[in-house]
């Protein structure tokens, strides 16, 4: 019998985020800080360690669902090895990638059991693509999105829309879902540290959708309670899109996820400012539940105890925002 990690809000988490390497073969501006540093080697879990961890989260606190992710998960070399071995905690799994290299992947994953794969993507434009990610790629991540649909693989593409720089593409994504299974989802820039956000730069929820609703009529869809995107369809058309409001809309009442950084610390917020060691623990031979069962409890009601992302809090959110950038986080 599991026992529910249950936080003081009485909220129940079985979602779990691992991710597995901070390494990144793209440097996304809304992403990663010009100036990052990022860990040796031996300070990333190992294979083992990863499957140690989340065996527990799913044995013991009967966790059922795992998304790797990174920095870049498939920039690891054994990063294929590790989605086996969590394919085979019989969870419902996914991994979240920029799509860079999946080519060389994709019969690797189909083969250690993968069913569902999120790809980010931000523009339909390579000069631009290459402005945001201060790297080539646009037709390399363009064509993979189709061969892994083509493989028949579960496919979200996630694009972050920002004010000024690609919010005149929204229309674009939404047309991709015409004659696609894909799910787009479309994501209000977030503040994390050296990510140069501004309240301003936010393309809010309210806007996307008079922006699509402009052209097309679309219908609402039944969300999962714990989903944190909103979702809709254009009658008739293949695929949906769906809108992440954590800027204007939080959705931190339903939220189930839990967080494990590349090197083994435990987050109980995509915007937490406490972290678990729970890898050094390990290493030293100890019982890591008890770390996992405080970290849970310490779980704030709202933003990781951040004030709301309104105008007027900009400069209180961007003084107390966490010091890690997302690219070290896992999204
Ligand atoms: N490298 C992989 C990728 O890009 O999909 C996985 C890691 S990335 C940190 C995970 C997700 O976080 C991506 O979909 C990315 O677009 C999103 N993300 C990163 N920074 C963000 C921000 N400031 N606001 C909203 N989403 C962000
Ligand atoms: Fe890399 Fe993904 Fe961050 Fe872009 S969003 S820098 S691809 S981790």
């Given amino acids: 019998m599991s026992q529910p990690l249950t936080d003081r809000h009485n909220r129940v988490h079985r979602s779990l985020r691992i991710s597995i390497v901070d390494k990144c073969d793209l440097r996304c501006t809304y992403c990663m800080p010009e ?12 294979r083992e360690e990863v499957t140690t961890i989340a065996r527990l989260f799913v044995e013991r606190y009967g966790v059922s669902k795992i998304r790797l992710t990174g920095g870049e998960p498939l920039v690891r070399p054994d990063a294929v090895d590790i989605v086996r071995d969590m394919a085979q ?10 799509a860079l290299s999946l080519h060389k992947h994709l019969d690797g994953l189909n083969d250690a059991g993968l069913k569902s794969i999120n790809i980010s993507l931000d523009t339909f434009d390579a000069e631009r693509f290459r402005k945001i990610t201060r790297r080539d790629g646009f037709d390399t991540v363009h064509a993979n999105i189709m061969l892994a649909l083509q493989r028949g693989l579960r496919v979200k593409v996630n694009m972050v ?3 000024g720089l690609n919010d005149d593409e929204l229309l674009r994504f939404v047309e991709l879902t015409r004659d696609h299974d894909i799910h787009v989802r479309f994501i209000e820039f977030m503040p994390f540290a050296g990510n140069h956000w501004g ?8 806007e996307m959708l008079g922006h699509i609703g402009s052209v097309h009529s679309f219908e609402k869809l039944t969300d999962d309670p714990h989903s944190t995107a909103k979702a809709y369809r254009v ?17 931190c009442g339903n939220c189930d996820r839990l967080r494990i950084t590349a090197e083994g610390k435990m987050r109980n917020c995509l915007f937490a400012r406490e ?4 890898l ?20 704030h009601a709202m933003l990781g105890g951040l004030p709301q992302f309104k105008p007027e809090k900009q400069e209180e959110v961007l003084h107390d925002l966490s010091a890690r950038p997302m690219v070290s986080i896992g999204g």
């Avoid at 969870?91 to 979240?96: D, I, N, Y």
């Avoid at 309240?199 to 309210?206: D, L, P, Q």
């Avoid at 623990?281 to 890591?288: K, M, N, S, Y």
């Fill in 35 to 46: 100036d990052q540093h990022f860990l040796k080697r031996e300070e990333l879990m190992t």
């Fill in 89 to 98: 905690l019989g969870v419902s799994l996914g991994l979240t990638t920029n």
């Fill in 161 to 163: 829309v920002m004010r």
């Fill in 199 to 206: 309240r301003e730069r936010v393309y809010t929820y309210a």
């Fill in 235 to 251: 009658p008739d058309w293949k695929g949906t899109f769906a809108v992440i409001s954590t800027v204007t809309e939080p959705f």
């Fill in 275 to 278: 972290e678990t060691d729970l």
């Fill in 280 to 299: 050094s623990a390990l290493r030293r031979g100890e019982d890591i539940a008890p770390l996992i069962e405080a970290n849970v409890l310490g779980k």
